[in-house]
C-alpha cells in the first residue's frame, strides 16, 4: 500500500508495508483523510505518536470496510464508515479498534465524511462530556474558523448555549455568525475581554474552549464566570503561564487540561458512542455539516500542511486518497 511518509521534513507518498487487523480491530480501505494541526505539530517533532500507534500521520479518516477482525460484531465488510485514529490516516489503508468508527450517513459522501470524526468529537467531549455544558449556558470559542471552531460553533446551536467566537477576520467572524454564533471579534482588531464582558452584560461565560493556552489564560479567568470552566485543549500560544490562585477560589472556576490523541481505547469508543447517539442524527438531518475549506489530492499534503498553518483557511482542509 501506499502512505505519506516524512524524511526529515519532507512529505512524500511513498510505498509501505501493508497493514492486517488485530482482534477487535477493522482496516479500512481510506477513500479521504483531512489534515488537523495535530498533524503539523507531530511533523514538527512536537506531538509524537502514544504508544503503539501509526507513525504515519492522519487523525481521522473515511472509506470502506475491506477486512474485519477477530471478535468484531458492530461493523461489517463494505460497509462506508468514517474512524477517530491515533495515526496512519493518510495511507490507503488503515487498521482501527472498531468501537472508534462510525457509519457514514447516507446523505454525507466520502469527502465529507473525512471530516467529521476529530472535530466533532474533539468538540463534543470537551464541551458537553468534560465541561459538562448545560442548556442556556454561555461559550467562548476561540479559532472559531477552524474545524474545531465550525463544529463547536455548530453543537453550541444545536444544544442550545449561546456562543461567542474569536476569529482571525472580519470575514471568519461573520461566517461564523452565519453557523449559529452569536456574536464574535477579531482577534487582531480588539481585546476580546471588552467584548464579552459586554455580550455577557458582565456575567462572564460558562464555559471556554481554548486551542490557544498561555498567551490568553489570564484573559480567560477574566472573562469566565462564577462555577466556570476553561477546557485548554491547544497551544498555539506557548504551554507555560501564571494562575491567579485567588480568583479561581473565590470564584470557583476549574480549568480543564483536555486531549483525544492518547486516551485508552475505550474512551474514545465512549465518546464515538455519544457521537453516534448525539450528533449523528443532526448529521443526518442535515442540521449539523461538516465545514469544508477545499479539497486536495494526497499527493498535494504539503499544501495541505502550509494551507493549516496559513490561518486562512474556514474549516477542514480534505485529502482525497481514492477517487
Known amino acids: 500500500m501506499k502512505a505519506v511518509v516524512q524524511h526529515k521534513d519532507q512529505l512524500s507518498w511513498d510505498e509501505v508495508s501493508d497493514l492486517y487487523p488485530k482482534r477487535g ?43 474485519v477482525g477477530e471478535g468484531v460484531t458492530s461493523i461489517d465488510l463494505g460497509d462506508r464508515v ?27 459522501g466520502y469527502d465529507a465524511a473525512a471530516a467529521l ?10 464541551l458537553y462530556m468534560e465541561a459538562r455544558l448545560q442548556p442556556g449556558e454561555t461559550v467562548l470559542i476561540h479559532a472559531g474558523g477552524s474545524g474545531v471552531g465550525t463544529s463547536a460553533i455548530q453543537l453550541c446551536k444545536s ?7 474569536t476569529a482571525g477576520s472580519r470575514e471568519k467572524v461573520l461566517r461564523c455568525q452565519e453557523l ?50 476553561l477546557v485548554v485543549i491547544g497551544l498555539m500560544g506557548g504551554g ?4 491567579a490562585l485567588g480568583r479561581l477560589m473565590v470564584k470557583r472556576q476549574r480549568v480543564i487540561g483536555s486531549t483525544l490523541r492518547a486516551r485508552p481505547i475505550a474512551a474514545k469508543a465512549q465518546v464515538m458512542d455519544e457521537l ?24 498535494q499534503v504539503d ?21
Open 25 to 67: 480491530e477493522i482496516r479500512i480501505a481510506v477513500h479521504a483523510s483531512a489534515v488537523n494541526r495535530a498533524d503539523l505539530s507531530q511533523r514538527a517533532g512536537g506531538y509524537p505518536p502514544p504508544p503503539g500507534a501509526s507513525s504515519i500521520l492522519g487523525l481521522e479518516c473515511s472509506g470502506v470496510v475491506d477486512k
Open 276 to 299: 453516534k447517539k448525539r450528533v449523528w442524527p443532526l448529521i443526518e438531518s442535515g442540521e449539523i455539516q461538516p465545514i469544508i475549506d477545499r479539497i486536495l489530492p494526497i499527493e
Open 303 to 323: 499544501e495541505a500542511h502550509k494551507l493549516i498553518a496559513s490561518n486562512s483557511t474556514f474549516g477542514k482542509v480534505v485529502l482525497r486518497v481514492r477517487s
Open 82 to 108: 468514517c474512524a477517530l485514529l491515533s495515526g496512519g490516516g493518510y495511507a490507503e489503508n488503515v487498521t482501527v479498534p472498531a468501537g472508534q468508527v462510525l457509519r457514514i450517513p447516507g446523505n454525507i
Open 159 to 165: 444544544f442550545q448555549n449561546p456562543c461567542f467566537v
Open 117 to 126: 470524526p476529530e472535530v466533532f468529537a474533539t468538540a463534543y467531549l470537551n
Open 240 to 243: 507555560d503561564t501564571e494562575i
Open 180 to 229: 449559529g454564533a452569536s456574536s464574535g471579534c477579531v482577534r487582531s482588531d480588539e481585546d476580546f475581554v471588552g467584548a464579552v464582558t459586554e455580550w455577557t452584560q458582565s456575567k462572564g461565560v460558562d464555559v471556554i474552549l481554548d486551542p490557544v493556552g498561555a498567551s490568553y489564560f489570564e484573559k480567560n479567568l477574566k472573562v469566565l464566570a462564577t462555577d466556570g470552566r
